[in-house]
């Protein structure tokens, strides 16, 4: 039997009848933009994210993209981040005015070394944006640090890692807590997906919160009033709704793929070849992905592939190598962790609904590969 990289329909099947009746409240109240649901959205995102505020938006980019806005760049200004993610990360800093400055990755992690991004701030660095790579978070906790010593701020890229925790002096933190701002993406492969895109930024700051409110629609706070410039970033009410119906779930969703990603752990620790994930022993990961280090990856991939079995490669090209910022001077070879994950990592089947047969077809599949 084929074997998907990620099966919504079998999330669909379960939830169909909590959701559908939540869309057809807001269809029959013709309450698009800005209905209740966003507000309760918001409300409930803060409380899970243990921060004051939560503004939503149309998607993890723009939640960025806006973060990145109210730290109001100059031109030449620096922001320190990590070439191992999705290219948005990048992106959003580029169009916010910021020159991205590419710093190596932690081994284990694939998430940004701390000592490498403290050896690349400079008297125009502005604001650190570290990324929770795979639903596993960064070490916020030493980012912040450094950050408060260099007056930056911190945008943390929660876009993978909604509800995942790391133990701070012996309290559970979670993801989008720490930072000035975090940024959450519900893109529909996430572990909370709207039905289409969408994004959401949490602080702790209400100042902060009341502007990008008003960044969100156009830069003003009343209507026909323009403080600033803005840009039409709401979240559309029917994916807050739809949001909103499968949040109670999130958590034995996130509870789900963490069984299968200790049964993949177990099933392949013995396998000469692959490297299982590693886990911070202070982080709990919500495996967005469940990515391993393989050796022959591109063998190995076309060998499930020809089982049909679902796997991806998250990220081939490290950003620094994308001819997009070839201007910026890097060269293959200079992030050489971030360069070797491109060439290792392969992400497998993880999310909840998995049947434990189908996860021993890939488990078989990898197996035979390297026997
Ligand atoms: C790490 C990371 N940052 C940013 C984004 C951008 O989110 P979106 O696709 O909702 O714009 C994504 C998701 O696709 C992501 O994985």
């Known amino acids: 039997m084929a074997v998907p990289l990620l099966d919504l329909r079998a999330q669909f099947d379960a939830i169909r009848d909590e959701v559908i009746p939540c869309l057809l409240s807001v269809v029959e109240?013709?309450?698009?933009?800005?209905?209740?649901?966003?507000?309760?959205?918001?409300?409930?995102?803060?409380?899970?994210?243990?921060?004051?505020?939560?503004?939503?938006?149309?998607?993890?980019?723009?939640?960025?993209?806006?973060?990145?806005?109210?730290?109001?760049?100059?031109?030449?200004?620096?922001?320190?981040?990590?070439?191992?993610?999705?290219?948005?990360?990048?992106?959003?800093?580029?169009?916010?005015?910021?020159?991205?400055?590419?710093?190596?990755?932690?081994?284990?992690?694939?998430?940004?070394?701390?000592?490498?991004?403290?050896?690349?701030?400079?008297?125009?660095?502005?604001?650190?944006?570290?990324?929770?790579?795979?639903?596993?978070?960064?070490?916020?906790?030493?980012?912040?640090?450094?950050?408060?010593?260099?007056?930056?701020?911190?945008?943390e890229d929660a876009a993978q890692a909604i509800g995942a925790r790391r133990r701070v002096n012996g309290a559970w933190r979670v993801a989008g807590e720490l930072g000035t701002t975090g940024a959450f993406s519900f893109f529909p492969s996430k572990n909370l997906g709207a039905w289409g895109d969408g994004g959401l930024i949490v602080t702790q700051d209400a100042a902060l919160a009341e502007r990008l409110r008003r960044l969100r629609t156009h830069g003003g706070a009343k209507q026909y009033h323009h403080d600033e410039i803005g840009t039409n970033s709401r979240l559309d009410t029917l994916q807050a709704a739809v949001l909103l119906a499968k949040l109670p779930h999130l958590a034995a969703w996130s509870e789900g793929r963490r069984q299968r990603a200790a049964r993949y752990d177990e099933a392949l620790a013995g396998v000469d070849g692959v490297r299982t994930p590693f886990v911070d022993p202070d982080n709990q990961h919500i495996y967005h992905q469940y990515t391993v280090r393989a050796q022959r990856r591109d063998e190995l991939k076309a060998h499930l592939g020809k089982r049909s079995i679902g796997c991806a490669v998250y990220y081939p090209i490290p950003l620094h190598l994308q001819p997009c910022f070839h201007h910026l001077g890097y060269r293959q070879g200079q992030l050489p962790q971030a360069e070797c994950a491109a060439r290792e990592v392969l992400s497998l089947p993880v999310y909840p609904e998995l049947p434990d047969a189908l996860q021993d077809q890939v488990v078989d599949a990898v197996r035979s590969f390297y026997a």
Request: negative net charge; hydrophobic residues 45%; charged residues 20%.
């Open 29 to 155: 109240r013709q309450q698009f933009i800005m209905g209740d649901e966003v507000g309760k959205l918001e409300q409930a995102l803060a409380g899970l994210s243990q921060t004051r505020h939560a503004i939503a938006c149309a998607s993890g980019t723009d939640a960025l993209l806006l973060s990145l806005k109210v730290l109001d760049l100059r031109p030449g200004d620096e922001v320190v981040t990590s070439p191992f993610t999705f290219f948005a990360t990048a992106g959003a800093i580029w169009n916010a005015g910021g020159k991205p400055v590419f710093v190596d990755i932690d081994r284990d992690t694939f998430n940004l070394d701390v000592a490498q991004v403290e050896a690349a701030i400079t008297p125009r660095t502005r604001a650190i944006v570290p990324v929770d790579l795979f639903g596993q978070m960064a070490p916020m906790e030493r980012l912040m640090r450094l950050a408060e010593q260099h007056g930056l701020g911190v945008i």
